[in-house]
């Protein structure tokens, strides 16, 4: 199994500095061989077009933040999974808690776009994980797995690289703190049981990515846990050298 490293952009660049950008992340992996890991970049929409040209023949990726959950029709604003996949997406990322917050995403819709996604032959980076006061409750473990059950349930997962998890526990996202390396193995170990029940003759392949904070200085212990196959990475992946350093800890 290739560990995973998916940058998530959010709100940040412009299309204008792809070529720019791409250029110094490819100068920053020069050192790395991407031969044993997968790199990916999550942009907003706009950025989409010129990152696939940009990244084109160099090994990485290009993913989507999010999608719609329809397929066409009068849904002003929103952009489907065939679009995506027209313009060269190969991942998108589904339910990340920023979306289930700040636009009020429940686990049905989480669902739909999972969904949606699957059915046009692109991969679903699907994020699970808990609030601090959950946590603090003793509820990480319940809430993290009944997200990841609902968005799955009755879906049809073909081939073990057909689906990403990346276990984000809010708390930790864009605020400098991090799970520890056994709180990261814990729950990633914990996605890996449910998903034994979900999916037995895949789940020991499907690869469970940690989200949260993830930088050059802490990716190296993340990573060396046995669950822990990859990184959903944020803030550390605007900056290329930072995001080679990540990339390098595989």
């Known amino acids: 199994m290739k560990p995973f490293i998916a940058a998530n952009w959010k709100l940040h660049k412009l299309p204008s500095e792809m070529d720019a950008w791409v250029k110094a992340l490819h100068t920053a992996l020069a050192g790395v061989d991407l031969e044993r890991l997968e790199l990916a970049l999550c942009a907003p929409y ?3 077009p010129a990152l696939h040209e940009a990244l084109r023949g160099g090994g990485v990726k290009l993913g989507a933040q999010d999608v719609s959950a329809h397929d066409q029709g009068a849904y002003t604003g929103e952009v489907s999974a065939a679009m995506l996949k027209d313009v060269g997406v190969h991942y ?3 339910g990340h808690s920023e979306r289930r917050e700040y636009h009020r995403e429940d ?6 776009k999972v ?6 032959g692109l ?3 699907l994020c699970v ?7 603090e409750a003793g509820q990480a473990e319940a809430v993290t797995l009944q997200q990841l059950e609902a968005a799955l349930a009755g879906l049809t997962i073909k081939t073990a690289d057909g689906l990403v998890v990346a276990y984000e526990p809010v708390w930790a996202i864009g605020t400098g703190k991090t799970a520890t390396d056994s709180d990261a193995q814990a729950m990633c170990g914990s996605v890996r049981g449910k998903l034994r029940e979900l999916m037995p003759d895949l789940a020991d392949d499907v690869r469970v990515l940690y989200g949260g904070s993830m930088k050059g200085d802490n990716a190296g212990g993340l990573l060396a846990q046995p669950d822990v196959n990859g990184g959903l990475v944020g803030s550390a992946s ?3 050298a930072s995001l080679a350093e990540i990339a390098a800890a595989c």
């Open 46 to 48: 706009t950025h989409l």
């Open 92 to 94: 998108v990322i589904v």
């Open 107 to 112: 686990d049905a819709l989480v669902h739909a």
């Open 115 to 120: 969904e949606a996604v699957l059915g046009s």
């Open 123 to 125: 991969v679903p980076i």
């Open 129 to 135: 994980g808990e609030k601090l006061g959950e946590r």
């Open 238 to 240: 605007l900056d290329a």
